[in-house]
C-alpha cells in the first residue's frame, strides 16, 4: 500500500512544478495516502487479457489535408501572455541559459 | 401571474412579437444582478455582449423569428470560451482572461438565436463536486442558502433552478452536470462522448469530458441539445453521427421501453429519502408501461476508484500548460530561472483541490507506479464498458438516484476530498464508458431538498433518454416546482 511521507509529496511536486509549502506537503501526503488506500480494490479486480480504454474517440485516426487555415493573429495571441514583447513577436521568460 | 420561465416561453415572448430580444435581456440581466449577492452563481455577467446582440435579434428580426432559440437567454459555465468575455474556470490562474474565441458550442448556440448573457461559476477547473473549490467563492444553493448547489456546474444548476436563466451550459467529466442538476431541481444532460464538440472547453480530463444542457424540462433541454450537437473539425474527438431532431422524440409514450435496476449498488451508502423518492420514480415510470427489470452491473462498483485514478492523471497531464508563460496568472516579483517561475506560478495560481489531484495524477502515471494504478484502472475502465454493453443488450436504460444523498451542507466535506470523491459513485460510470446520461427532477426529502432520478442510456440515444424523462416530467410536476428565491425574482420581473 502507498503510503506517502512528506519527502515523497515534496519529489512529487518537484515533478509537477509545484512550489508547495510545508503544511501543504504533509496534508497531501496524508490525503494522498489516504485516496490510495481508498483505490487499492482496484487492484484486486482480475484484468488478466484485458486491453486498457485509453480513449473513445469514435473516429479514432481520422485525417484531414494538411493546409493552412486562418487562425488568429499573432499580436491577439501575444496580448494573453503575462510578459510578451508583441512587436518583436516572442514572449518573454525568466533567463534560461546561463 | 408568474411566466414560466422555461426556454419556449422565451423564445415565444420574442417571436410572437410580446416584447423585443433587447427586454428579455435586460431582465434576465437585471434577474441574475438582484440573485447574484444571495447565490454567487454568477462569475460575470456580459451585458455588453449580450446587448448588443439582442439588439441585432430585434434589428434582424424577420431572420431570426423561426430560430429555435431566438432571444433565449443563456448562461455558459465559465470554463467554455467566450469571445471577448473573460473566461476564468473559477481560478486564480485565469482570472484575467479573455477568450479571442468562441467555444463551438456557444456558436451553435448563438446561430440558433440564443443570447448569451453571463458566465457561471463552477468548481475550480471543474475539480470538485460541490462548487466550494471555486477562487471566487462557494456558490450557494437556491433550496437552501446555507446548502452546496452541487459541482462543478453549480453556478449554471443554481441559475436555471433560481429561474435567473431559462437554461445554461456545464460540462460533465464525472457528474459535473447531473449532480448539480439533481441538487438543485433542474434537468441535466451529460451527451455520448463525442456527441458535442469540445473546441473551446477548457480540458480538464480529455477522455472523460462532454459538454451538456441544465434547463428546468427535458423537452428544454432537448432544443439545446440539437442545436449544439454533432460534428466539429475543430474537435477530433466529435462523432459524425448524424443529429436528430431531438424535440421530436417526445412523444409521451415509453410503452415497452425496458428500464434496469441494478439493485446491488443501491442496497448500501444511500439516503432513505432519495431512497423513497427514487422507488416512487420508478412506478412512475412502471404506470406509463415502461417495463422494470433487475440488471447486474459488473465492476460498477469500482468506478469512483477508476474514475479518480483516470481523470487525475489527463488533468495533471492538460494542466501542465498553465506555466505562467502564454497566457494566465505569472507569478510576480523577480524570478532568476524558468523552473521556479514555472513552479511558483501553478504554485500560487492554482486552488488546493487542483494541486491535490495534479499530484495525485503525477504520482500515478510516474514510472514504477504507471501499470500499478493508471494502466489497471484503465482495464478496469473496460470491465466496467462490458458490463454496461451488455446490459443494453437486455434494457434500453439503467436508472438509479443521480447522487446518494441531498445537497449538503456548506463546508461539511471540504476536509476530507475523499468522502467528498465518493459521492459520485453513480454519476462516473456515465464518463468511463462515454455514455448519455441524463437527471430529472423525481421528489424533494423531508427537508424540501431535491433528488434527482439518474437515466442511463446506449451510445448516442440521447432520445430515449429525453423521451423517458420527458414522458416522466408529465406524471409528475417535480420539474415545475421552484424554489422560494425565483418567486420573488418572478414577481419582481412581472
Known amino acids: 500500500m502507498a503510503a506517502f511521507s512528506v519527502e515523497d509529496a515534496a519529489a512529487l511536486a518537484r515533478l509537477a512544478n509545484l512550489a508547495l509549502t510545508e503544511e501543504e506537503l504533509a496534508l497531501f501526503a496524508r490525503q494522498l495516502s489516504d485516496i490510495l488506500a481508498y483505490a487499492e480494490q482496484v487492484q484486486r479486480v482480475d484484468t488478466a487479457g484485458v486491453p486498457p480504454t485509453a480513449a473513445l474517440a469514435p473516429r479514432a485516426g481520422a485525417e484531414r489535408a494538411d493546409e493552412l487555415r486562418p487562425c488568429l493573429e499573432r499580436s491577439t495571441v501575444l496580448e494573453q501572455a503575462p510578459d510578451a514583447a508583441i512587436d518583436a513577436g516572442f514572449f518573454r521568460v525568466p533567463r534560461v541559459i546561463g | ?494
Not at chain 2, 405 to 420: K, S, W, Y
Open chain 2, 1 to 494: 401571474m408568474i411566466e414560466p420561465a422555461g426556454v419556449r416561453s422565451a423564445r415565444d415572448a420574442f417571436t410572437s412579437g410580446r416584447t423585443s430580444a433587447v427586454e428579455i435581456c435586460r431582465d434576465a440581466i437585471a434577474s441574475i444582478e438582484r440573485a447574484n449577492a444571495a447565490l454567487n452563481a454568477f462569475n460575470a455577467v456580459a451585458a455588453e455582449r449580450a446587448l448588443a446582440r439582442a439588439a441585432a435579434l430585434d434589428r434582424d428580426r424577420a431572420q431570426w423569428v423561426n430560430a429555435p432559440l431566438a432571444a433565449v437567454p443563456i448562461a455558459i459555465k465559465d470554463n467554455i470560451c467566450t469571445a471577448g468575455v473573460r473566461t476564468t474556470a473559477s481560478s486564480r490562474m485565469l482570472q484575467h482572461y479573455v477568450p479571442p474565441y468562441d467555444g463551438t458550442v456557444v456558436a451553435r448556440l448563438e446561430a440558433a438565436g440564443a443570447v448569451v448573457v453571463g458566465k457561471t461559476s463552477c468548481d475550480e477547473f471543474a475539480m470538485g463536486s460541490s462548487n466550494e473549490r471555486s477562487a471566487f467563492g462557494p456558490v450557494r444553493n437556491p433550496w437552501a442558502h446555507d446548502r452546496v448547489p452541487g459541482g462543478t456546474s453549480g453556478g449554471s444548476a443554481a441559475a436555471v433552478a433560481a429561474r435567473l436563466v431559462p437554461a445554461a451550459l456545464g460540462s460533465d467529466t464525472g457528474g459535473s452536470v447531473r449532480q448539480p442538476a439533481a441538487l438543485c431541481g433542474v434537468v441535466g444532460l451529460k451527451p455520448t462522448y463525442g456527441r458535442v464538440s469540445r473546441y473551446g472547453l477548457i480540458a480538464h480530463a480529455s477522455s472523460l469530458d462532454q459538454i451538456g444542457p441544465i434547463a428546468t424540462t427535458a423537452a428544454d433541454a432537448a432544443v439545446l441539445l440539437t442545436a449544439m450537437a454533432g460534428f466539429d473539425e475543430c474537435d477530433a474527438t466529435s462523432s459524425d453521427e448524424a443529429v436528430p431532431d431531438y424535440a421530436a422524440a417526445l412523444t409521451g409514450d415509453i410503452r415497452g421501453l425496458r428500464v434496469g435496476v441494478p439493485r446491488a449498488l443501491l442496497e448500501r451508502g444511500v439516503d432513505a429519502d432519495v431512497t423513497r423518492a427514487f422507488s416512487a420514480a420508478l412506478e412512475v415510470l412502471a404506470a406509463r408501461g415502461a417495463a422494470l427489470l433487475d440488471v447486474d452491473l459488473p465492476h460498477a462498483e469500482h468506478a469512483v476508484p477508476v474514475y479518480y485514478l483516470v481523470s487525475t492523471a489527463e488533468a495533471s497531464s492538460n494542466l501542465a500548460r498553465y506555466d505562467g508563460v502564454r497566457y494566465g496568472y505569472r507569478a510576480a516579483g523577480a524570478v532568476r530561472d524558468l523552473r521556479t517561475m514555472y513552479a511558483r506560478t501553478r504554485a500560487e495560481g492554482f486552488g488546493p483541490e487542483v494541486k491535490r489531484r495534479i499530484m495525485l495524477g503525477t504520482y500515478v502515471l510516474s514510472a514504477g507506479y504507471y501499470d500499478a494504478y493508471y494502466l489497471k484502472a484503465q482495464q478496469v475502465r473496460t470491465l466496467i464498458t462490458r458490463g454496461y454493453d451488455a446490459a443494453f443488450t437486455r434494457v434500453d436504460a439503467v436508472a438509479v438516484p443521480t447522487s446518494p444523498t441531498p445537497a449538503f451542507r456548506i463546508g461539511e466535506r471540504v476536509e476530507d476530498p475523499l468522502q467528498m470523491y465518493l459521492g459520485d459513485v453513480f454519476t462516473v460510470s456515465a464518463n468511463l464508458t462515454g455514455l448519455p446520461a441524463i437527471s430529472v427532477p423525481c421528489g424533494f426529502t423531508r427537508e424540501r431538498l431535491p433528488v434527482g432520478l439518474q437515466l442511463t442510456a446506449g451510445r448516442f440515444a440521447e432520445a430515449t433518454l429525453l423521451r423517458l424523462a420527458d414522458a416522466f416530467e408529465r406524471d409528475t410536476d417535480w420539474c415545475r416546482q421552484a424554489p422560494p428565491d425565483a418567486r420573488s425574482l418572478a414577481t419582481a420581473r412581472s
